[in-house]
């Protein structure tokens, strides 16, 4: 890998591991200085390596680079490191341990996703900081993700970072008893942020894939630590691996979305499939039916590319199960093409009218399609007011390709 594209990658995955083990050595609180002290040693290499050359070992490199900053910075700041690790004013910085182990940066990033989790601090900011700190994504692309503006996200941070601070919330495992609690809402947050990427309407494809994979990563962690690989976690897993196994496939080369129907299986990822039958086994293991194991066994039937009545009526079946427990707008869309599969488009004309989803530009994408071949100037109609509700050139162009279809 060149020199220019290797910081950037470095950055990208060692960045997240070396704030998570300083944050945890110097307390929440200090979120900042973690961040600086891994920020400078970046810096480092950037004013380094041109010169120099890149290192045998880059990452070792980093590391050793991390933990001489981090020593020199407790050194200049006394005052601060007797109170954040009082163990410091007996033993002085030489024996100060900065673990970079491979275990305890997962123990690290896991305690840490605990602690961003909490439900003092809302989703939006728990997502926030699950990009920043955790996936070491860039103020810029948070924002892209978000459609937002850096000051925008500057600010939620900020507040976040604060509210973090105020509630004093420890960087460590929940206790037992509170694990199975605590877990639902990590378990939610990591969904938000594989759904910010799935669903996104930034024009990023490579970022909103990337937040998919880092919510799959995430959610690998979980499966990882004995206390969290429960039903619910697997079952999460494995719905992430069955959407992200059609990422080939969901785009064309002009970026226009490609149908479902459409979609060539060969460019299907099988490995992604093969894992998520292997997470959804295991999600089987417990008694309870969350909405996670509901859409995971909807997204296996999607892997199944047979057009057969079975296939529709127990995709049918499954959403109107998830209705009942977790109603959304996204899934109460997919529930009415499902129903056209298994019972006819007049039925599921019927059912789509009575939702009034008025707002968005999916629902006219479906009325659309459903009115087709049986009232084309009412398929016509609907795909306008889509357009007109799109938010993306590359939505907008996908329904201009419909609307001259008709």
Request: with cysteine; glycine share 4%; aromatic share 10%.
């Amino acid at each position: 890998m060149k020199q220019q594209e290797l910081i950037p990658h470095l950055f990208r995955t060692e960045f997240r591991k070396i704030t998570a083990v300083l944050c945890k050595l110097f307390g929440i609180e200090h979120i900042e200085v973690a961040e600086d002290i891994v920020s400078e040693t970046f810096l480092t290499a950037v004013e380094t390596w041109p010169y120099k050359g890149i290192p045998e070992n880059p990452v070792a490199w980093l590391y050793a680079v991390a933990k001489n900053k981090t020593k020199n910075h407790i050194n200049r700041n006394r005052l601060f490191a007797d109170k954040v690790i009082p163990q410091i004013a007996q033993t002085g910085t030489d024996d100060v341990e900065i673990d970079l182990s491979e275990k305890n940066i997962a123990d690290s990033q896991l305690q840490m996703l605990f602690a961003i989790c909490h439900p003092s601090i809302s989703t939006e900011a728990q997502i926030c900081l699950a990009l920043r700190i955790l996936c070491g994504f860039g103020i810029d692309e948070i924002a892209d993700a978000f459609l937002s503006n850096k000051d925008t996200i500057n600010k939620r941070l900020f507040r976040a970072k604060e509210k973090l601070r105020n509630e004093k919330i420890a960087i460590e495992f929940p206790a037992e008893a509170e694990v199975n609690n605590r877990l639902e809402t990590v378990l939610l947050t990591l969904y938000l942020l594989y759904n910010e990427g799935y669903y996104s309407e930034s024009r990023d494809v490579v970022l909103r894939e990337e937040l998919c994979f880092e919510a799959i990563r995430l959610t690998g962690l979980l499966i990882d630590y004995d206390k969290t690989n429960l039903p619910d976690a697997n079952a999460l897993l494995a719905l992430m691996c069955f959407h992200a196994s059609r990422f080939p496939a969901r785009k064309d080369q002009n970026g226009e979305i490609v149908l479902y129907q459409q979609q060539d299986e060969n460019l299907w990822d099988q490995h992604l499939i093969g894992k998520g039958a292997y997470h959804l086994h295991q999600a089987s293991q417990g008694g309870r039916l969350s909405k996670y194991h509901l859409e995971a066994t909807i997204a296996w039937w999607h892997t199944q590319k047979a057009d057969t009545p079975e296939k529709w009526e127990s995709i049918l079946q499954l959403y109107n199960k998830l209705l009942q427990i977790a109603w959304s707008p996204i899934a109460a869309l997919n529930r009415t093409f499902a129903l056209a599969k298994a019972n006819g488009k007049p039925q599921a004309i019927v059912e789509a009218e009575k939702l009034q989803l008025n707002n968005n530009h999916y629902y006219f994408v479906l009325l659309g399609e459903l009115y087709t071949g049986i009232d084309n100037q009412r398929a016509k109609a609907n795909f306008e007011l889509a357009y007109t509700l799109a938010k993306t050139q590359t939505d907008k162009q996908t329904i201009q390709n419909r609307i001259v279809l008709l």
